[in-house]
C-alpha cells in the first residue's frame, strides 16, 4: 500500500558528516532542546517553498555554532552576533540567494545588538531566526539579555535583579519599532499545539524571502532543559506558564501582502568596473583565461617560518599569472615573525578556483622532516615530493610509489651566491620537473617582478633557478 | 469491499541510536502509544518504543521531538 511519511526534510544531511563522532546521525544538541524542533521547521518549510538550492544559512555563536553540519544548503559560520553584518553581504552579493540569521538570545540580543537593529532598519533581505531560551547555553547557562526577572541562572543564582542587570530585552517588540521590517513574529516550540502554529510563522518568513520583499524576523521560545535544569514536562510548563507571559506570543506585523519586492542595482564585478573602481591601470595585469585541458595543479610548500615557504609560492603564483591562468596562493603561519612552522597551498588551474586549500598535494615542496613528515602522507598517487637534502634519510616518511627529489638546495644557492635563496633553487627543479607546465619565462618574469625593489637579487636569483634546473637535468631522470 | 482488519493502520518508526530519551513525544502523543524504554541503547539512553497498536499518525511525536532523524510517522494512502 502507498504511504506518506513524516520524516526528515530533504533540507537536512541524512547523515551529520561535518560532525562525525560515535552517532553521525544525530545532532550534538542536549536532550529535549529547542534547536533541533526548530531546525526541522525551517528545513521543511525549505523543502516545501522549494528554496533549497538557493538558500544560505548562517549559523551564530552559541550551542547552534554547527548548524551548518544539519542544513544541506549554502552555509556560513560568523563571528559572534555579526549574523546580520555577514547576511547582509551574502543578500546583497547574491540578490536571488535566501538568507537565514540563525542566532540565540546571547548573539542576537547581547553582544549582535546593533548589528541586529541596522540590519532590521535597512529592511535588508535576511529571515531572522531568533531562539530565545532565556539563557547562555552554550557557555553553561549564564544570565543572558532575555533572562526574566527572578529567573535563576549560574551568574545570578537569587533571580534576576532589576537594579542589578535590568530588565529582560523584548526583541520582537523592539524591532517593530522600525519601520522596514515586513513581517516580525513570536512563536513558541513548547509542546505540539505550538510547534504547529511556529511551523507556520517560519513558512511565512521564508515565503517573505522567497518573493524577495525585505525583512523577516521570528522569535522562538524553547526551551533549554540542561541549563534551566528542567525535565521535558518542567520545560514545557516554564514556557507556557511563566515565558510566555513575559514574551507574549503575537503576531506584530506582516506587511507581506502591501510591499514589492525589492530591487537592487546589478552589481559588476568586471575587471574593468573593479580596476575603474580603485584607479588601477589596465594593462599591468592580464585576465586568467579559462583553458579547458589544464587540470587543476596543487602545489604545497613547507617549512620554518623564515626559509622564504610563503615567498616562493608568492613567485609560483606570479609565474602561472604571467601565463594567465587561474591562481590562488593561501598561507597558514603561526603568530611568530620567525621560526615556527609555515606553509601555503598555491593552486594553478585552467578553470576558476573554488577552495584554495590544497589537501591533496600534486607536488610538495619541504624544507624540513617535519613538513616532509606531516604532508608526505596526503601528496597524490602521481604526485612529486620535492624535499631539502638536509633532511636527510626519508624511506621511512616518503609513501611507497610516490616519486621524491632530495635536493641540494642550501648549496646550490650558497655556490651561486646566496644562501637565502635556497627556496628558489627548489623553484627551480619544480620548473623543471615540469609537473606545473610553466615555461622558463614565466619563472624568470616572476622573479622579476618579486625583486623589481631590490635590482640585484634579480640576477642572483635568476641563477639560482637556471643552477637548479641544470642540477635537475643532470641528478634527476 | 475490505475489511477493516485489511486496512493498514499508521505506524511510528524509531530510530534508536538517535534517541535521547527527553520524552517529549511521550508527552506530546494523544493516544499514549509511546514509552520509554527500561533498556539503554548504546549512547546511554532510555529510548522510546511503541505500544505496537493505535498510532492515528496525528504526526506529533515526529514535530515534537527534537531530533531529525529519531522518529518517522507512515501514514498510508488509503485507495477510494
Known sequence: ?477 | MLAKSDIKEPYPVIHIIECKGCGRCVLDCPKSVLELSNDLNERGYHYIVYSGAGCTGCGNCYYTCPEPSALEVHLPIREK
Open chain 1, 1 to 477: 500500500m502507498a504511504e506518506k511519511v513524516l520524516k526528515r526534510p530533504d533540507s537536512m544531511y541524512a547523515e551529520f558528516t561535518r560532525k562525525g563522532g560515535a552517532a553521525p546521525t544525530a545532532t550534538h544538541y542536549c536532550p529535549g532542546c529547542g534547536h533541533g524542533i526548530i531546525h526541522k521547521l525551517i528545513a521543511e518549510a525549505m523543502d516545501e517553498l522549494e528554496i533549497q538550492d538557493r538558500s544560505v544559512m548562517i549559523s551564530p555563536v552559541g550551542c547552534a555554532v554547527f548548524a551548518y553540519y544539519y542544513f544541506d544548503c549554502g552555509n556560513l559560520q560568523v563571528a559572534h552576533g555579526r549574523a546580520p553584518a555577514v547576511g547582509t553581504g551574502m543578500s546583497r552579493a547574491r540578490d536571488d540567494s535566501i538568507v537565514m540569521a540563525y542566532q540565540g538570545d546571547g548573539d542576537l540580543a547581547s553582544i549582535g545588538l546593533n548589528e541586529t537593529i541596522q540590519a532590521a532598519n535597512r529592511g535588508e533581505k535576511i529571515a531572522v531566526f531568533f531562539v530565545n531560551n532565556t539563557v547562555y547555553g552554550m557557555t553553561g547557562g549564564q544570565m543572558a539579555p532575555t533572562t526574566m526577572i527572578g529567573e535563576k541562572t549560574v551568574t545570578c543564582p537569587e533571580g534576576r535583579c532589576a537594579e542589578e542587570a535590568g530588565y529582560p530585552l523584548h526583541m520582537a517588540e523592539l524591532l517593530n519599532e522600525l519601520k522596514a521590517p515586513v513581517f516580525i513574529e513570536r512563536v513558541s516550540v513548547s509542546d505540539i499545539s505550538h510547534i504547529r502554529k511556529a511551523k507556520k510563522a517560519v513558512k511565512k518568513a521564508l515565503q517573505v524571502q522567497k518573493e524577495g520583499k525585505g525583512y523577516a524576523f521570528v522569535e522562538f521560545l524553547a526551551a533549554c532543559p540542561t541549563n534551566l535544569r528542567q525535565s521535558s514536562e518542567q520545560s514545557i510548563r516554564f514556557i507556557n506558564e511563566e515565558v510566555e507571559k513575559e514574551f507574549p506570543l503575537k503576531n506584530f506585523r506582516n506587511l507581506s501582502e502591501q510591499v514589492h519586492p525589492i530591487v537592487r542595482g546589478k552589481s559588476d564585478y568586471s575587471k574593468e568596473a573593479l580596476d575603474n573602481i580603485f584607479d588601477l591601470e589596465h594593462d599591468s595585469s592580464m585576465d586568467s583565461m579559462d583553458i579547458p585541458d589544464f587540470d587543476q595543479i596543487g602545489v604545497k610548500i613547507a617549512g620554518f617560518g623564515g626559509q622564504g615557504v610563503l615567498s616562493m609560492g608568492l613567485i609560483l603564483a606570479r609565474a602561472a599569472c604571467d601565463e594567465q591562468l587561474h591562481v590562488s596562493w593561501y598561507p597558514s603561519y603561526g603568530p611568530e615573525q620567525r621560526g615556527g612552522t609555515s606553509n601555503c597551498s598555491v593552486i594553478i588551474s585552467g578553470s576558476s578556483i573554488g577552495s584554495p586549500v590544497v589537501y591533496q598535494p600534486d607536488i610538495l615542496v619541504a624544507f624540513n622532516r617535519p613538513s616532509l613528515e606531516k604532508f608526505a602522507k596526503d601528496v597524490k598517487k602521481d604526485g612529486v615530493i620535492i624535499y631539502d637534502s638536509t633532511v636527510g634519510d626519508c624511506d621511512t616518511i616518503v609513501p611507497e610509489g610516490i616519486t621524491s627529489i632530495s635536493v641540494p638546495a642550501t648549496r646550490i644557492a650558497m655556490e651561486a651566491g646566496s644562501k637565502k635563496g635556497a627556496n628558489t633553487a627548489m623553484l627551480g627543479v619544480m620548473l623543471a620537473i615540469g609537473r606545473t607546465r610553466l615555461s622558463d619565462d614565466a619563472f624568470n618574469r616572476a622573479i622579476e617582478e618579486t625583486f623589481a625593489h631590490k635590482p640585484k637579487l634579480i640576477s642572483l636569483n635568476q641563477k639560482i633557478l637556471n643552477d637548479a634546473t641544470e642540477w635537475t637535468k643532470s641528478n634527476v631522470e
